[in-house]
């Protein structure tokens, strides 16, 4: 009997505060969620320590053959871009621990793929939770909404 290799990718929209994750398992929606630090946290390097756990528990946990990370964008605010760049650093670090492969995909890849409409960013969160209303019948959050359309674009454009 021929054995079923199945691949499982992690795809995050990774932030200090609130990561969204999705899991596909065949090119199939099988789970998501957040992880969320403590909201009254206020230093970043704390919040940082936080996400880094429980991505490395989560990680541990589903032990995933491959794992997608939304890249950073400046957004008018030069800290805000300092701490995003610094905990892709820190997942980037995790990934190289466990030997874990990974790709950084640009967000306007994934949304132009995924046909995420809108030029401000109120606008595009806004489309992409409809999308997933439409594509998966779910009520999702923003960050949420947007682990599960770059895990879309993962599932079909990575080999």
Known sequence: MKEVIKIKILNFDQSTKKSGYSIFLDNKLD???????????KN????????????KKLIKKIKPDFVVLENTQFQNNYGTFQQLSQMQGVL???????NIGFEIVEPTKWKSFSKVKG????EQKASAIQIIK??????????????ILLGFWST???K
């Open 134 to 147: 439409d594509t998966y019948d779910l009520e999702v959050s923003e960050d949420e909404a947007d682990a």
């Open 119 to 122: 030029r401000k960013r109120v």
């Open 92 to 98: 980037m670090a995790l990934l190289f621990e466990r």
């Open 31 to 41: 789970s998501y969620g957040t992880l969320d630090s403590n909201p009254n946290e």
């Open 156 to 158: 079909n454009n990575i």
């Open 44 to 55: 970043p390097i704390e919040r940082m320590k936080e996400q880094y756990d429980l991505m």
